[in-house]
């Protein structure tokens, strides 16, 4: 079975950092892009960046440039979302996907809750 | 990158059919045969209802169908059904290369 498998939900305070992370199994991981996407509570879906596990090749959005750093191992097929200076408005659902084609994500990962709070 | 544009909210009776719109402009929705719709229900992760403007992944019921007329993208879903109601979320692939989701529209099912 095709899968991703994210970490468990976070609470942390602001200033700290932070890495999350999102397994994939049962596909050759290297193959394909991982997307990060956030959903702020009670939001839309936002799309933040994607990367190339292959050879670590990385787009983001311009609305995350400078604020979140995506990295991937691909020794243990696993795709990360880092923070390392994390604000309150950081609090999100923040879930990984898997793209195929040019425009689609078809396995998307459970989610990971990221709650930022003094 | 400015979110595309959906309908906050859409409702239907069951048996009925809805369509849900998808605007952008010619830097995504118009360029690119790439859009994507998304099933949302609540606590759980998005899941892939429509790829590349009307194509349906394996799986999913053939009540959901899409199409693309210029900068707008649709969503119809025939014979809705209870389970249908959920938030949707449409998606382009951008001239930047990279992607744009919708604000998002809630079916309900009354």
């Known amino acids: 079975e095709v899968q991703l498998v994210q970490s468990g939900a976070e609470v942390k305070k602001p200033g700290e950092s932070l890495k999350i992370s999102c397994k994939g199994s049962?596909?050759?991981?290297?193959?394909?892009?991982i997307g990060w996407v956030r959903q702020m509570p009670g939001k839309g879906l936002e799309w933040m960046g994607i990367i190339y596990p292959g050879d670590s090749d990385t787009r983001k959005s311009p609305s995350f440039q400078g604020q979140v750093t995506i990295s991937a191992d691909k020794s243990i097929s696993t795709a990360y979302l880092q923070w390392s200076s994390l604000k309150a408005s950081d609090t999100a659902m923040y879930y990984c996907?898997?793209?195929?084609?040019?425009?689609?994500?078809?396995?998307w990962g459970q989610g990971t809750m990221v709650t930022v709070s003094s | 990158q400015s979110a595309l544009t959906q309908p906050a909210s859409v409702s239907g009776s069951p048996g009925q059919s809805i369509t849900i719109s998808c605007t952008g402009t010619?830097?995504?929705?118009?360029?690119?045969?790439?859009v994507s719709w998304y099933q949302q229900h609540p606590g759980k992760a998005p899941k892939l209802m429509i790829y590349?403007?009307?194509n349906r992944p394996s799986g999913v019921s053939n009540r959901f169908s899409g199409s693309k007329s210029g900068n707008t993208a649709s969503l119809t879903i025939s014979g809705l059904q209870a389970e249908d109601e959920a938030d949707y979320y449409c998606s382009s692939y951008t001239s930047s290369s990279t992607w744009v989701f919708g604000g998002g529209t809630k079916l309900t099912v009354l």
């Open positions: 590349d403007v009307s």
């Open positions: 010619s830097s995504d929705v118009g360029d690119y045969n790439y």
């Open positions: 049962g596909y050759r991981f290297t193959s394909y892009w």
């Open positions: 996907a898997r793209r195929i084609g040019q425009g689609t994500f078809d396995i």
